[in-house]
């Protein structure tokens, strides 16, 4: 098992800034895969940004790209979400999951793909 525990929302004016942090604990050995997601009032759940622990790949959603950027502190066990330049339309639920088992497919993992979530936390930007 492995537990997920998300922080650093809040609300900000468009442009503003924040990092989000998701630091993992249990089993964290076996995660290969992290990402953030989120989900706005009335809206289906996106993908934001994701990475693969322990190497380079990230992935980025074409809304966020050149303004968020996903980092890893293996050290840690905790992989954050930079956020930069936001907007109102940026207003959702943040969420952190973690892939356990491998992945051999060539696409990214959905939010389907990932076995352990977070409680979230809130971003609000106000224009």
């Known amino acids: 098992q492995v537990q997920l525990v998300e922080s650093g929302g809040g609300s900000v004016q468009a442009g503003g800034s924040l990092r989000l942090s998701c630091a993992a604990s249990?089993?964290?050995?076996?995660?290969?895969?992290m990402g953030w997601f989120r989900q706005a009032p009335g809206k289906y759940r996106e993908a934001v940004a994701a990475?693969?622990?322990?190497?380079?790949?990230?992935y980025y959603a074409d809304s966020v790209k050149g303004r968020f950027t996903i980092s890893q502190d293996n050290a840690k066990n905790t992989v954050y979400l930079q956020m930069n330049s936001l907007k109102p339309e940026d207003t959702a639920m943040y969420y952190c999951?973690?892939?356990?088992?491998?992945?051999?497919?060539?696409?990214?993992?959905?939010?389907?793909?990932?076995?352990?979530w977070g409680q979230g936390t809130q971003v609000t930007v106000s224009s």
């Open positions: 990475a693969y622990i322990g190497g380079i790949s990230t």
């Open positions: 249990g089993y964290t050995s076996e995660v290969n895969y």
């Open positions: 999951a973690a892939r356990s088992q491998e992945w051999v497919s060539l696409r990214w993992p959905q939010d389907y793909d990932y076995d352990y």
